[in-house]
């Protein structure tokens, strides 16, 4: 993509990445991708907001170059310091010396011990401004969205927030930059909520702290790191932000997710007949077999959805290790007060569940039911995981 006029003297420079494979090293981006936006502000003195992954700094440098000679750049805002953003600062400081960063104080520490960078830096604060000449850039610090040297930069000449993290989505852009170019926008919001189940999650509360601080601005675009940018409608991305956040403490959707894993089939059989019951009082359930869905892709479902149910057998005196590990990732992200079912087979002992009450210790679900069965499921055990089925879905209904 060219670079894209957001308003005049503000440009989108930024670069789609459809070349990593897993973001931050976990998620898979491989059919998605992501973007890494930069924005160049010009004015007397011109300030790059938040540059790229140094993967991708030739196409970014080759962006910036087409709208602004690098001669002519005075400042880099780094309004986080995550790799993805910065690993090519080192990069940027060579070819223009005299560049000032821009940063809070503990993004200028992670700059030393990131990249030995100590020189020429401008630390700000809440509220601080910088002034470009006609245009004055003004602060937000916002800690934990996502990490803790976090800020935002508002422009109020133009209305635009500039807020990294916040407000981002995975997802390459296929030639649209604007949110109301694009045709099938519902894809990001999915992909939104995927990034943040998988990066920004745990951090739900500050991010809803910052949504509320920033909520006196008149906002006419936001202007994220990741995915579109939002100028049609920018209270949507807000409101699903809100909303997302909200999922933390519960309640979540009255939904369920079925996590199950399976050996041989056994307690494939009974997940069957649990999906059934769930169905069957009319409560959507989204299934996830753990050992053939990586769990970038189920932790959103989590995340969203009130009820969480647990099918796995036992494993060596342990939870199946694919269920055990996507469950784990989910408590990570610490959803709180979510309504528990576990279901199961064993060879000659169980385990699994247990395992499970440990993995969620901690985050006040409640369990509502358990059934284990050894080896195969009967007829009459298949019944009696409809009606379990049936059980779990009413108490989601109930909340
Ligand atoms: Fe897009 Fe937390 O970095």
Same mark, same amino acid.
């Given at each position: 993509?060219?670079?894209? #006029?957001?308003?005049?003297?503000?440009?989108?420079?930024?670069?789609?990445?459809?070349?990593?494979?897993?973001?931050?090293?976990?998620?898979?981006?491989?059919?998605?991708?992501?973007?890494?936006?930069?924005?160049?502000?010009?004015?007397?003195?011109?300030?790059?907001? *938040?540059? $790229?992954?140094?993967?991708?700094?030739?196409?970014?440098?080759?962006?910036?170059?087409? $709208?602004?000679?690098?001669?002519?750049?005075?400042?880099?805002?780094?309004?986080?310091?995550? #790799?993805?953003?910065?690993?090519?600062?080192?990069?940027? +400081?060579?070819?223009?010396?005299?560049?000032?960063?821009?940063?809070?104080?503990?993004?200028?520490?992670?700059?030393?011990?990131?990249?030995?960078?100590?020189?020429?830096?401008?630390? $700000?604060?809440?509220?601080?401004?910088? @002034?470009?000449?006609?245009?004055?850039?003004?602060?937000?610090?916002?800690?934990?969205?996502?990490?803790?040297?976090?800020?935002?930069?508002?422009?109020?000449?133009? +209305?635009?927030?500039? @807020?990294?993290?916040?407000?981002?989505?995975?997802?390459?852009?296929?030639?649209?930059?604007?949110? *109301?170019?694009?045709?099938?926008?519902?894809?990001?919001?999915?992909?939104?909520?995927?990034?943040? %189940?998988?990066?920004?999650?745990?951090?739900?509360?500050?991010?809803?702290? %910052?949504?509320?601080?920033?909520?006196?601005?008149?906002?006419?675009?936001?202007?994220?790191?990741?995915?579109?940018?939002?100028?049609?409608?920018?209270?949507?991305?807000?409101?699903?932000? *809100?909303? /997302?956040?909200?999922?933390?403490?519960? =309640?979540?959707? =009255?939904?369920?997710?079925?996590?199950?894993?399976?050996?041989?089939?056994?307690?494939?059989?009974?997940?069957?007949?649990?999906?059934?019951? $769930?169905?069957?009082?009319?409560?959507?359930?989204?299934?996830? *077999?753990?050992?053939?869905?990586?769990?970038?892709?189920?932790?959103? @479902?989590? /995340? @969203?959805?009130?009820?969480?149910?647990?099918?796995?057998?036992?494993?060596?005196? !342990?939870?199946?290790?694919?269920?055990?590990?996507?469950?784990?990732?989910?408590?990570?992200?610490?959803?709180?007060?979510?309504?528990?079912?576990?279901?199961?087979?064993?060879?000659?002992?169980?385990?699994?569940?247990?395992?499970?009450?440990?993995?969620?210790?901690?985050?006040?679900?409640?369990?509502?039911?358990?059934?284990?069965?050894?080896?195969? =499921?009967?007829?009459?055990?298949? !019944?009696?995981?409809?009606?379990?089925?049936?059980?779990?879905?009413?108490?989601?209904?109930?909340?």
């Amino acid at each position: 993509m060219q670079p894209v #006029q957001l308003s005049a003297g503000v440009h989108w420079v930024g670069v789609n990445d459809r070349t990593t494979d897993l973001f931050e090293g976990i998620w898979p981006i491989t059919r998605e991708g992501v973007t890494y936006n930069a924005y160049l502000v010009e004015d007397e003195a011109c300030a790059l907001i *938040d540059p $790229v992954r140094a993967s991708k700094a030739q196409q970014f440098l080759e962006k910036l170059g087409a $709208v602004c000679d690098l001669s002519r750049l005075r400042y880099l805002v780094l309004n986080h310091m995550e #790799q993805d953003h910065t690993s090519s600062v080192p990069l940027l +400081r060579r070819l223009v010396p005299g560049l000032t960063i821009v940063c809070t104080a503990k993004a200028r520490d992670m700059l030393e011990s990131f990249y030995g960078v100590t020189e020429n830096i401008r630390v $700000v604060d809440e509220g601080d401004t910088l @002034s470009l000449g006609e245009t004055t850039l003004r602060f937000f610090v916002t800690p934990f969205v996502h990490w803790p040297e976090t800020m935002m930069t508002w422009e109020p000449e133009r +209305r635009i927030l500039f @807020s990294c993290d916040g407000f981002g989505t995975f997802g390459a852009l296929d030639g649209a930059l604007f949110d *109301d170019q694009i045709a099938d926008l519902a894809w990001y919001e999915g992909e939104g909520l995927r990034y943040f %189940a998988n990066v920004v999650a745990k951090f739900s509360k500050p991010v809803r702290n %910052a949504i509320s601080r920033l909520g006196g601005l008149d906002m006419a675009v936001i202007a994220p790191s990741h995915g579109p940018v939002w100028r049609s409608d920018p209270a949507r991305i807000v409101e699903l932000y *809100d909303r /997302w956040c909200g999922y933390a403490d519960g =309640p979540a959707e =009255p939904e369920v997710t079925l996590l199950y894993g399976s050996m041989y089939g056994f307690t494939e059989r009974m997940m069957g007949a649990v999906a059934e019951g $769930v169905s069957e009082v009319g409560v959507p359930v989204d299934v996830f *077999d753990a050992g053939r869905r990586h769990p970038s892709y189920i932790l959103p @479902s989590l /995340w @969203s959805r009130n009820g969480v149910l647990v099918g796995a057998p036992t494993y060596e005196g !342990e939870l199946f290790p694919p269920v055990s590990h996507a469950l784990r990732l989910a408590a990570m992200k610490r959803p709180r007060n979510r309504l528990l079912g576990i279901f199961g087979s064993y060879g000659w002992s169980g385990g699994a569940d247990t395992d499970v009450g440990q993995i969620v210790e901690g985050l006040d679900w409640e369990l509502v039911e358990e059934l284990h069965f050894a080896g195969k =499921p009967t007829g009459k055990q298949l !019944e009696e995981g409809r009606r379990f089925g049936r059980t779990f879905g009413e108490a989601v209904t109930r909340g």
